[in-house]
């Protein structure tokens, strides 16, 4: 049994710390809101995002930073990308050397383009980080349906550490130490997701969702290996498997705020409208700023930072990605 604590109590924080509880250890979900800490301790349930879904009586809930991580073994980073560096500043002078911090969370720091395991690593830099991603809605993980992801370390025993934490009948883990491709790979899906909710709205149909996808992996996978990443990560479970996933289900919440989009509505009311963070929104500025740093090309990605940001109408984005030069596919 390990002592585990999961910081960011959102419904794939509160579906991992339900995991962990189920494996034997011994879990705890730290939370910075108050509110949200008397329902969960109230009502043993995450009724906005899990509703449904009990919290075992043996997972402890605090407010209580200096509770939450004195004295475990692994800290799981489950908070939205744009509070991660907030967090890790909030927790590093009460982390130990020897704990394990493992980042599950999916985008990149818009101000320094860092992926998330770089930004914790600044913050604590004597510790392991690990990222662990894959195809992985937290809706269907509570309700402990069959789900694989991968942890990535470039340490591969710490890699496998994780794996072991995690992995049970219904949540199968893989090892990689491809920690920038894994992490490239969760964070711009959710770009392409968008488009393709926005593919839907429009009320375009298969074809396109599968070229958006297909051309879509095409640019993730181009900007990754420009940034060290192997190619082969990106035909895994977190750059394909995680494309699908995220560009198909309606628990994607990139692709309701896209079907929105697509429809007719303003940014604002999307966002508005799904009530949940949508990761792909801070994350397309980020991704178009690489590929000018690293002179790629992702014109799909373009696009999307110009419906969100310049007002392009959604119709006439597709109608430019559709006549652009010719090209050789692959290229």
Wanted: aromatic share 4%; charged share 25%; hydrophobic share 45%.
């Amino acid at each position: 049994m390990k002592k585990v604590s999961v910081i960011g109590a959102g419904s794939w924080g509160t579906a991992l710390a339900i995991l962990l509880c189920d494996n034997g250890h011994d879990v705890t979900i730290w939370s910075i809101d108050q509110k949200e800490i008397d329902m969960l301790k109230h009502t043993r349930e995450n009724k906005p995002k899990l509703p449904g879904i009990k919290i075992h009586e043996a997972i402890k809930i605090t407010p209580d930073m200096e509770e939450a991580v004195q004295g475990k073994d692994f800290i799981i980073m489950a908070v939205p990308s744009k509070f991660v560096r907030s967090t890790a500043k909030r927790m590093k002078a009460l982390v130990m050397k020897e704990q394990i911090i493992v980042n599950v969370a999916k985008g990149l720091e818009d101000e320094t383009l860092l992926t998330l395991v770089e930004v914790i690593e600044d913050e604590m830099p004597h510790n392991d980080v690990v990222v662990l991603s894959g195809p992985s809605h937290a809706e269907e993980v509570a309700k402990k349906l069959p789900t694989t992801c991968v942890a990535g370390s470039k340490d591969l025993d710490i890699a496998q550490q994780v794996q072991d934490l995690f992995m049970n009948t219904y949540f199968r883990v893989y090892t990689s130490s491809d920690v920038v491709g894994i992490e490239m790979g969760g964070a711009l899906k959710n770009v392409i997701a968008l488009a393709a909710g926005i593919s839907d709205g429009i009320g375009f149909g298969d074809n396109t969702k599968a070229a958006l996808m297909t051309r879509g992996i095409t640019e993730i996978s181009r900007l990754g290996v420009a940034m060290g990443a192997k190619e082969h990560t990106f035909n895994g479970l977190s750059g394909i498997g995680d494309l699908i996933v995220t560009c198909t289900s309606m628990h994607s919440r990139n692709r309701r705020a896209g079907i929105l989009i697509g429809q007719g509505h303003t940014l604002n009311e999307a966002l508005e409208e799904v009530q949940m963070v949508v990761e792909g929104v801070f994350t397309a500025k980020a991704a178009l700023d690489l590929a000018h740093k690293h002179h790629v090309e992702m014109p799909i990605i373009r696009k999307v930072n110009d419906v969100l940001f310049e007002g392009k109408n959604t119709k006439k984005a597709v109608e430019e990605l559709m006549i652009r030069d010719k090209k050789i596919e692959y290229v």
